[in-house]
DNA sequence: AAACGACTCAACCGCAGTACT
DNA sequence: GAGTACTGCGGTTGAGTCGTT
């Protein structure tokens, strides 16, 4: 899309993935899990770089996959959240479960974006009346892995012109899902911890950046958390710095 | 009904970080 | 330590959709 492919792309597809490459590489995945995504299309037989796999996997195919509107309480919190850690997509979709970066990414670029420029400058440009959409559901191209009790999963998908299709694409027991990957979260609390610098916020809600001299050894969520015996220490830290960001 | 343009969102890219040799 | 491979992230693009004229 409007850049030269990488020399190892020549050849391969490109573009909008078809109801077969969802259902080979759903296969594929669960199969073998998720992983090793360079030789995953090769091994899969999927004409496609591994890099295009795992985003497709990531932002459509998984299991914890929530679409649809975005509710008032999650934009309320993205605002928060963005005002916290900007523009760090993954961090920020980490805090919802079945959000992707991508979509949050989305969201903040075409509705919440526009939304504070409007109100940080006095000429504001007439809202365009739309449906809030996401596109309606029989339009949009959706995996619904828990749809039947039969484990059953379909594949609901249309082209540009509105024509659906249905494809079986696999069977399997939904109580042996994959588990989801929860790299993303652990990655909130490695990186909250871990990093050289940190944001923080002025009282206009302005991102600074705080200087490791000036960083305390003890984050400010970690002051009041109490740690559990038997409950993983990473997961209380990150629930502890999510009450405080959103606090 | 058709044309136009704003808008959405899936998918692409380059880059940075990490792991491995 | 240097080089290479792999993974994940954020920015960007553009095809498709839908409201307005």
Redesign the pocket.
């Known amino acids: ?6 020399c190892e ?1 020549i050849g391969l ?5 078809t109801a077969e490459e969802d259902r080979i590489l759903l296969n594929y995945i669960h199969l073998h899990g998720e ?6 299309p090769k091994n899969a037989g999927l004409l ?5 796999c ?3 996997w ?3 195919l998984r299991s914890d996959v929530k ?1 649809g509107n975005i509710s008032t309480e999650e934009e309320d919190t993205i605002l928060k959240l963005h005002a916290k850690l ?6 920020i ?2 805090h919802f479960s079945g959000r ?4 949050i ?3 903040w ?3 919440l974006s ?1 939304k504070i420029t409007a109100s940080s400058t006095v000429k504001n ?1 007439k ?10 559901p029989e ?3 959706t995996i619904n892995p828990s749809a039947t009790a039969g484990g059953e999963v379909t594949h609901d998908s ?5 024509q659906k299709e249905t494809t079986k694409l696999i069977d399997f027991d939904p109580t042996v899902m994959l588990p989801a ?1 929860n ?2 979260k652990e ?1 909130v609390t490695d990186n909250m911890i ?1 990093c050289s610098s940190s944001l923080s916020t002025n009282d206009s809600g302005q991102v600074n950046e705080v200087e490791e001299d000036d960083m305390m050894m003890t984050w400010p969520w970690e002051m009041s958390s109490t740690e559990e015996v038997g409950v993983d220490v990473d997961v209380q830290k990150q629930d502890a710095m999510i009450a405080w960001l959103l606090s």
């Open positions: 899309m409007g850049r030269a492919p990488c792309k597809r490109r573009g909008r993935w992983g090793s995504w360079r030789s995953l496609r770089c591994g890099k295009s795992r985003l497709r990531i932002n459509y679409r900007g523009n760090r997509w993954s961090l979709a980490s992707t970066d991508n979509e990414k989305n969201y670029n075409s509705h526009q440009k809202p365009r009346k739309r449906k809030t959409t996401l596109r309606s339009k949009q191209s249309s082209d540009s012109r509105g990957t790299h993303a990655d871990n």
